[in-house]
Structure formats: C-alpha cells, structure tokens
C-alpha cells in the first residue's frame, strides 16, 4: 500500500483576489508600449474544428496571439444519460454508460455495476473481480492510447498517433471477441458480467502485452526526447498541487501535479490493493508531466493485467442469485422456475433497497463516480456521475489565459477530454 | 530570321518546356511520393488504387479540384482573392528557370525542310537562363509567394486565415535573412551568384556541404520555413488554425496553393543539390567535365534528378516525424539563433578564406578540406545546443517519480 498523503489547503477562489479581479495578467505589451488603439480579437473554436476532441466550443479572446480570456460552451453532446437513467432498470443503465466515455466504455460498466451492487449489497464472485480488473485495465489502455494520439497530432506529430492506433486496434479486436462490440461493450451485469472471456482471448492478451512496449518505446523515443516537443510541453498549462486540489482535479491531471491519490492505492475496490502497481507522480503539473505521468500509467496497466491474467481462475463469474442474474436461455426454455425469474427480470428488474450509494473507480480520466438513489422499486429514482473530464475541463481556462492560442491546444490536448462524458 | 536566331528560339522553348513540366510532373510525382512516404512510415498503404501503385492518384485528385464547385466567402475581397492563389502559383513555377539541371549539349547546325537552316553554336547550357544574378533571383521570386499568403489570408475575411497569414508574413520574411546570409559565405567560395559558377567551382574541390557545413544547415532549415513545411508549417497548422491562410480555399485555387508548396520544395531541394552536393555533378569522376556530349547530358541530368529527390524525400521523411513549432519558439530560433549564426559564421569563413589566401593556399580540394576541419568544432558546438532532447531526454525519468 502506497503512503498516503493528505493534502489540506485553505479553501478560495483561484485567481481570483478578495475584490473579484483577477491576479493573474495575461503576457500583454510593456507598460511604455504605444497605444496603438487595437482591440482583442474574438476567436470562435470549434464545436467543429480538428483539435477540440469531439463538439467543444471554445470562444477565445486574443491579444495578438496570446489568449487572455478562455469561455469553454459545453452542450453540444447532451444526452440527458442521468434523466434516461430514472426511467431504466439497472441494468439498463449499462448501456447508456457506455456512451459517456465511449473510449473506455468498459471501465464505465465496471463503474455502475459495483454502484448497483454496492446499494443491493451484493458480493461478487473472485472470478467476476479478476474479470472486472482486465476490463478496466484494457479500457484504461485504449483510452491512454487515443489519448497519446491525438495529443501528438494536436502538437503537429502524426505518425505516432497511427502507430498507437494499430495497438488499440489489437486491444480492440480482443475487446470485440469478449463483448462483441468495440465501442458500445455493456460488459458488466448487475452481480456478474455479460459474458465470460472467449477461448484464445488470454493467450491473445498476453501475446499484446509482450508486444506493444515495442511501440510504445519508439514513440517514447519519437516524442520524449525530441526538443520541440519538450519545448512545446514543458512548463505550459502548469496546475501546482495546491491548485489542482483546488480545482477538485482527478486523474493524471491531479498526479502530474504531484499529489498522490489514486482510487485504486486509496479506496481500493476490485482487491486492487493486492495488485502490484505503482502510481506515477509528476513535480511539475505541466503537459509534459501529464504527458509522462499517462504515459507510465499505461505501461502500468500493463503489468496489473499480466498478474490478473496469472490470477484468473476457473469458477462462475456470476453470483448464484436468481434473483439477481437472468438465468441462462437453455434454462428458461427449458424449466418452469427458470422461466418464471427470466419474465419477471425482462419485465420487472431486479428491485433494489431503499438507500442511496456512491463508488468511486479510477477511470481513464480520472475519479470516475456514479451516484445511484433507490426508492425501493427497479428503477433508480436519482442517477448521478461525477464526470472526470467534466471537472478537469473546469481547469482550462485557469491554465491557458496568458499562454499562445498553440498552447492552448496542447493544454486543451492534455486535460482528456471525451465530450460524451462531459456533456452526457 | 537568321539560322541563329531560329536556333536560339527552338532551343529556349524546349528549355522551358522540360523545365516547366519537371516542376509540374515533380509536383504530381512529390505529392504521390508524401503520400506514400508517410504511409510507408505510418505502417499503412497510402493511395494505390488510381494507376499502377497508386501513381495516378495526384492526376484523379486535379480533375476532382478541377470539377469541383468554387466557393466564395460573403465578405471576401473578390479580386484579391482570385489573386493570392496566382501569386503564390506563378513564382514557384518561375524559380525553376535559373537552375541547371544537366551538363550542357552540343550546339547544332542542321537543316530542317520547312524551318531552313537552324544553328546554335557552341554549347547549349541546360537551364532556361543563365542569369548574373543567378541564385538571388530565386531567392527574389520565392520571397514573392509571401505576398499570395498575405493576400489569401487579408481576402478571406476569416479569422483563422488571418492569424495564418499573419504568421506567414512574419516566419518567410524571418527566415529569408538567414537564408541568404546563409549563402553569403557559398559566394565568398564562388566569388559569384551564378549557378553554373558553383557547380564548376565544386568540380574543382569538393562539394560544398563539406567546407561550408553550417552553411547548408542554415540554408536546409531556412528552406524548411520557406516552403512552410513542418517543423515550421504554421501558417497552416491544421490542430489550431484549421488549415490556416487557405481555409476558404477550395478546388482549384486550393490546389494553387497546393501544388506551390510543392514546387517550392522541389525549388528548394534542386537548389540544396545544387549549390551544396555539386548539382549535376557526377562524383569520384571528372568524365562528366568533358566536352559537350548527348550521353554526358543525360547521365548527369539523372545524377541531379536523384540528389534533388535525396533532398524531397528529406523534406517528406521530416514532415512526418516532428511535432510543430511554436510561434514565439519559431521566430526566437529565426531572430535569436539562425541570424547570429549566419553572422558569426559569415565571418569565420570570410577570415578563414583570408587566412588561406594570403598564405598562398591553390583553391582545390585541400583547401576544401582545411575549410571542413574549420567547421567541423563548430558543428559540433552546434548540435550539442541545438539538441536539447539530448538533456531533457536524459532527465525526463528523474522528472516523474513513482509512488511505492
């Protein structure tokens, strides 16, 4: 187990002095400069536009090229997913949280039905939580992976976006083979999971992990030692650990500040304490850090998977609850009580206590948490996510304003954003 | 007309004919080539549909552009929009003119039924012009596609094409001075700006990437600016400014600007060739210093065809492995590095040439040599500043930490 470290900092407003100015200055024009009766110039990017990751507004206002003030326009991906969710069985809540953050949907069934669980008081089975721990872990791989791309496309490097992109396709193709979909997995059940992995999948992922650090060292090699890289991320958009506390930032973005908290060290679910893993820290909160602190995250990763893969056991992966799971399709068919369960799963659900719960995971982006209100009946009468890449949106104006419009794209690069989970 | 006159004629207007359609076939061949390039790097095939390897693809592409429905912005400035397009076009075909691009022919002296008598004498040099003035005229007529980007990025009436003007006026005219201070240490070698000049006068020692190193470093990267090319494509950059000063572009003034990046990067690639790795000269071998010959032509012709696409494939292979520049960082190394350089190094080899001079020491390949020895620190100095990956690269596991 990690040490932890609490981080207590006095509560305020950033950037912001007792009489509401601002104490930062954007990088203007010396003091005995003419005046030469110029205005700021309005800049309108995106929601369509090649580097705002999916359907981000930004409204930028520059002085020359600097940006001074930084308004991000969310909606344009709203789903209402939190509303659906009030009309939906558990689980089929599932398959809306694969829509959130559809670039590592698996983590966020993982997410929801360890919530669900949690407010039924329902345990899993060993296998199920070995399972769970591959899904998140290969879910945390692909989204870094995207992540890593496009970042380098947004700073002008393209090749390695498509070298990471045939790693992903390699996870993708075992992704399909587990859950038959790519994107929209539903891979979890309330109490279980939707399938167990096919034949050849754990010889398949072990095949990847032996292979993929090859890519990942050239493009370490391509992108960590190369000077304009390093000059285009290292001390732009910098959050200090204070800051980022502040700005209630989770993920590689709280990290790369510094601060060491990761749900898995911290709250562990899923055993993940007894995993071997280490959480990378950067010291300086900038992209370059984000950058370096992602990129050990995924060879992280890599090493839980090897030992869920070591660990993975035979036994069922769904808890003997018939309450709970839908009973197999032979069995329905086949026996009257089967039959009786499966109608009324179809067409009841499965009901949950009266309470509330809240679980945590460590997502892709960052602390990634559902909030699940039960009045008793099958469906949940209040559903909420703590988006990760919602908060630490929250954080890009505060870390561009004063930095160039380019910067701002690698800020806005760093930060992770899936539009999907912000706006749900 | 005289028989001479008539020959001068036919002459100058094949000239111009090769001239132009190896600019105009290299653009189709180096955009095929970049797509195919970036492919073989990316781990993927690149277009290989249209034509055998896919070598058709560039010519599917004009007629697409050609076809395609011509768009005008409500606020544009009409004419100076139909205009920025031609004047990005026409200097990138132009600065082909003064280059040569093999040894020369035999004059003729022949009689043809219809024309008569046609004669050229004495030898046929193989450039379109050869001009006193030599390579200042292309650096003079390539500067003049600033003013298609200016004009394109002012006439759109678009913020995005703006700020990329706006950068492109200030990056090409930034690196134009280190461009051609660059070269002024080649003319202290040459003692002219004639082309033909530097290739003879590399016949006589060695190509000049040897004694004027730094010289060729300064004028590659300036040239990498010039033609906006990343590392240093900021006027386009695509992740920020959406496609930059050409962003209301579209078919075939789009591919204006297009095919000018192109032909200013074979402009740029010849030239490297030529004045850095002796042009059409063929090394290891003075047979192709021989008098006039059809075969001496056209092996020499293939010799600079090879370097020139040396240099394209450079261009290519660099595009598609760095990430881009800054603006401040871009204009920093322009003001604050490459200039200074340029200076400094203006005068080490002006000192050097002096000392060598006075010391009696024949222009030939010794001469070559001491000049090289002369760069060979100062490379060194060089690239150990320039190459700061080197240190962070180093640092960079010491920078994040790992919890236990």
């Given at each position: 187990?990690?040490?932890?470290?609490?981080?207590?900092?006095?509560?305020?407003?950033?950037?912001?002095?007792?009489?509401?100015?601002?104490?930062?200055?954007?990088?203007?024009?010396?003091?005995?400069?003419?005046?030469?009766?110029?205005?700021?110039?309005?800049?309108?990017?995106?929601?369509?536009?090649?580097?705002?990751?999916?359907?981000?507004?930004?409204?930028?206002?520059?002085?020359?090229?600097?940006?001074?003030?930084?308004?991000?326009?969310?909606?344009?991906?709203?789903?209402?997913?939190?509303?659906?969710?009030?009309?939906?069985?558990?689980?089929?809540?599932?398959?809306?949280?694969?829509?959130?953050?559809?670039?590592?949907?698996?983590?966020?069934?993982?997410?929801?039905?360890?919530?669900?669980?949690?407010?039924?008081?329902?345990?899993?089975?060993?296998?199920?939580?070995?399972?769970?721990?591959?899904?998140?872990?290969?879910?945390?791989?692909?989204?870094?992976?995207?992540?890593?791309?496009?970042?380098?496309?947004?700073?002008?490097?393209?090749?390695?976006?498509?070298?990471?992109?045939?790693?992903?396709?390699?996870?993708?193709?075992?992704?399909?083979?587990?859950?038959?979909?790519?994107?929209?997995?539903?891979?979890?059940?309330?109490?279980?999971?939707?399938?167990?992995?096919?034949?050849?999948?754990?010889?398949?992922?072990?095949?990847?992990?032996?292979?993929?650090?090859?890519?990942?060292?050239?493009?370490?090699?391509?992108?960590?030692?190369?000077?304009?890289?390093c000059g285009r991320t290292q001390g732009i958009g910098i959050m200090s650990a204070e800051e980022a506390v502040d700005y209630s930032l989770s993920g590689a973005m709280?990290?790369?500040?510094?601060?060491?908290?990761?749900?898995?060290?911290?709250?562990?679910?899923?055993?993940?304490?007894?995993?071997?893993?280490?959480?990378?820290?950067?010291?300086?909160?900038?992209?370059?850090?984000?950058?370096?602190?992602?990129?050990?995250?995924?060879?992280?990763?890599?090493?839980?998977?090897?030992?869920?893969?070591?660990?993975?056991?035979?036994?069922?992966?769904?808890?003997?609850?018939?309450?709970?799971?839908?009973?197999?399709?032979?069995?329905?068919?086949?026996?009257?009580?089967?039959?009786?369960?499966?109608?009324?799963?179809?067409?009841?659900?499965?009901?949950?206590?009266?309470?509330?719960?809240?679980?945590?995971?460590?997502?892709?982006?960052?602390?990634?948490?559902?909030?699940?209100?039960?009045?008793?009946?099958?469906?949940?009468?209040?559903?909420?996510?703590?988006?990760?890449?919602?908060?630490?949106?929250?954080?890009?104006?505060?870390m561009s304003e004063g930095h160039l419009l380019s910067d701002m794209i690698a800020i806005n690069a760093s930060i992770d954003i899936v539009m999907g989970e912000v706006?749900? | 007309?005289?028989?001479?006159?008539?020959?001068?004629?036919?002459?100058?207007?094949?000239?111009?004919?090769?001239?132009?359609?190896?600019?105009?076939?290299?653009?189709?061949?180096?955009?095929?080539?970049?797509?195919?390039?970036?492919?073989?790097?990316?781990?993927?095939?690149?277009?290989?549909?249209?034509?055998?390897?896919?070598?058709?693809?560039?010519?599917?592409?004009?007629?697409?552009?050609?076809?395609?429905?011509?768009?005008?912005?409500?606020?544009?400035?009409?004419?100076?929009?139909?205009?920025?397009?031609?004047?990005?076009?026409?200097?990138?075909?132009?600065?082909?003119?003064?280059?040569?691009?093999?040894?020369?022919?035999?004059?003729?002296?022949?009689?043809?039924?219809?024309?008569?008598?046609?004669?050229?004498?004495?030898?046929?040099?193989?450039?379109?012009?050869?001009?006193?003035?030599?390579?200042?005229?292309?650096?003079?007529?390539?500067?003049?596609?600033?003013?298609?980007?200016?004009?394109?990025?002012?006439?759109?009436?678009?913020?995005?094409?703006?700020?990329?003007?706006?950068?492109?006026?200030?990056?090409?005219?930034?690196?134009?001075?280190?461009?051609?201070?660059?070269?002024?240490?080649?003319?202290?070698?040459?003692?002219?700006?004639?082309?033909?000049?530097?290739?003879?006068?590399?016949?006589?020692?060695?190509?000049?990437?040897?004694?004027?190193?730094?010289?060729?470093?300064?004028?590659?990267?300036?040239?990498?600016?010039?033609?906006?090319?990343?590392?240093?494509?900021?006027?386009?950059?695509?992740?920020?400014?959406?496609?930059?000063?050409?962003?209301?572009?579209?078919?075939?003034?789009?591919?204006?600007?297009?095919?000018?990046?192109?032909?200013?990067?074979?402009?740029?690639?010849?030239?490297?060739?030529?004045?850095?790795?002796?042009?059409?000269?063929?090394?290891?071998?003075?047979?192709?210093?021989?008098?006039?010959?059809?075969?001496?032509?056209?092996?020499?012709?293939?010799?600079?065809?090879?370097?020139?696409?040396?240099?394209?494939?450079?261009?290519?292979?660099?595009?598609?492995?760095?990430?881009?520049?800054?603006?401040?960082?871009?204009?920093?190394?322009?003001?604050?590095?490459?200039?200074?350089?340029?200076?400094?190094?203006?005068?080490?080899?002006?000192?050097?040439?002096?000392?060598?001079?006075?010391?009696?020491?024949?222009?030939?390949?010794?001469?070559?040599?001491?000049?090289?020895?002369?760069?060979?620190?100062?490379?060194?100095?060089?690239?150990?500043?320039?190459?700061?990956?080197?240190?962070?690269?180093?640092?960079?596991?010491?920078?994040?930490?790992?919890?236990?």
């Open positions: 187990m990690s040490e932890k470290s609490t981080v207590e900092f006095e509560l305020r407003t950033p950037g912001i002095d007792g009489q509401g100015n601002p104490t930062s200055h954007a990088v203007g024009l010396a003091d005995d400069a003419p005046d030469l009766h110029s205005d700021h110039m309005l800049v309108n990017i995106g929601p369509q536009h090649p580097a705002t990751h999916g359907v981000l507004r930004l409204v930028a206002e520059l002085d020359g090229e600097v940006v001074v003030k930084l308004i991000p326009h969310l909606g344009y991906l709203h789903s209402g997913f939190e509303k659906l969710g009030e009309y939906r069985f558990y689980n089929q809540l599932i398959p809306l949280t694969d829509r959130m953050d559809y670039l590592a949907p698996m983590a966020n069934n993982v997410g929801l039905a360890l919530t669900a669980e949690k407010l039924m008081g329902i345990e899993i089975t060993e296998r199920c939580k070995v399972l769970r721990v591959i899904a998140c872990e290969m879910s945390r791989i692909i989204a870094h992976l995207v992540w890593l791309g496009t970042t380098s496309i947004d700073i002008g490097a393209f090749t390695p976006f498509l070298w990471l992109f045939q790693e992903r396709e390699k996870m993708y193709n075992l992704q399909e083979a587990w859950t038959g979909a790519r994107l929209t997995t539903s891979v979890t059940r309330v109490g279980g999971m939707m399938a167990d992995i096919p034949e050849g999948f754990e010889a398949g992922m072990r095949k990847f992990l032996l292979e993929f650090p090859k890519t990942l060292d050239e493009v370490d090699k391509i992108l960590s030692g190369n000077g304009i890289w709280l990290r790369a500040s510094g601060v060491p908290y990761d749900v898995r060290k911290d709250r562990p679910y899923l055993d993940y304490e007894s995993y071997d893993f280490d959480i990378p820290l950067g010291e300086h909160g900038d992209v370059f850090d984000r950058y370096l602190v992602r990129f050990e995250e995924i060879r992280q990763s890599a090493r839980i998977l090897e030992q869920a893969l070591d660990r993975l056991e035979d036994g069922p992966i769904n808890v003997d609850d018939p309450r709970v799971i839908l009973p197999p399709k032979s069995a329905a068919m086949s026996e009257m009580e089967a039959m009786i369960f499966h109608f009324k799963h179809v067409m009841e659900g499965v009901e949950a206590p009266v309470g509330e719960a809240f679980c945590s995971i460590e997502g892709a982006k960052g602390e990634l948490g559902y909030y699940l209100v039960s009045d008793g009946s099958a469906k949940p009468v209040r559903w909420r996510v703590r988006p990760p890449a919602f908060i630490n949106l929250a954080a890009l104006p505060k706006d749900r | 007309m005289t028989p001479e006159l008539k020959g001068f004629l036919l002459v100058a207007s094949l000239k111009i004919l090769v001239a132009f359609s190896l600019v105009n076939v290299g653009v189709i061949m180096v955009i095929w080539a970049e797509r195919r390039v970036s492919a073989f790097l990316q781990d993927r095939l690149g277009p290989n549909r249209v034509g055998p390897l896919g070598l058709l693809q560039s010519l599917a592409d004009g007629v697409k552009n050609f076809t395609k429905e011509e768009t005008y912005p409500a606020e544009a400035d009409p004419v100076v929009f139909v205009l920025a397009p031609v004047l990005s076009f026409i200097p990138a075909m132009l600065a082909a003119a003064v280059i040569p691009f093999g040894s020369p022919l035999p004059g003729f002296d022949m009689t043809l039924p219809i024309i008569g008598q046609i004669v050229y004498s004495g030898e046929i040099p193989m450039m379109i012009a050869d001009l006193p003035i030599g390579f200042l005229f292309i650096l003079a007529i390539t500067s003049l596609g600033v003013y298609g980007i200016v004009m394109a990025g002012w006439s759109s009436n678009n913020k995005y094409a703006f700020l990329g003007s706006l950068r492109g006026s200030a990056q090409m005219v930034s690196y134009e001075i280190a461009m051609g201070m660059g070269l002024v240490a080649l003319m202290i070698l040459v003692g002219n700006v004639t082309l033909t000049e530097a290739i003879a006068r590399q016949q006589e020692s060695t190509w000049f990437i040897f004694p004027l190193f730094i010289g060729f470093f300064l004028f590659a990267v300036s040239s990498l600016a010039e033609t906006n090319r990343l590392p240093f494509d900021l006027p386009e950059t695509e992740s920020e400014l959406v496609t930059g000063f050409h962003t209301e572009y579209s078919s075939m003034k789009f591919s204006m600007f297009f095919m000018a990046e192109y032909a200013n990067m074979i402009t740029a690639s010849a030239m490297m060739a030529t004045l850095f790795f002796g042009g059409w000269d063929i090394p290891f071998t003075t047979w192709d210093e021989g008098p006039a010959s059809y075969l001496r032509f056209f092996a020499t012709f293939g010799v600079f065809l090879a370097k020139t696409w040396m240099f394209m494939l450079t261009f290519i292979w660099i595009r598609w492995t760095l990430p881009r520049f800054r603006f401040d960082q871009l204009m920093q190394l322009g003001w604050k590095f490459m200039i200074p350089l340029a200076l400094g190094y203006i005068m080490l080899i002006a000192t050097t040439v002096w000392v060598l001079d006075t010391r009696g020491v024949e222009f030939g390949i010794v001469y070559s040599l001491i000049l090289f020895a002369v760069n060979l620190p100062l490379t060194y100095v060089l690239f150990s500043i320039l190459d700061r990956g080197k240190v962070l690269g180093g640092s960079q596991h010491k920078r994040v930490k790992v919890s236990a």
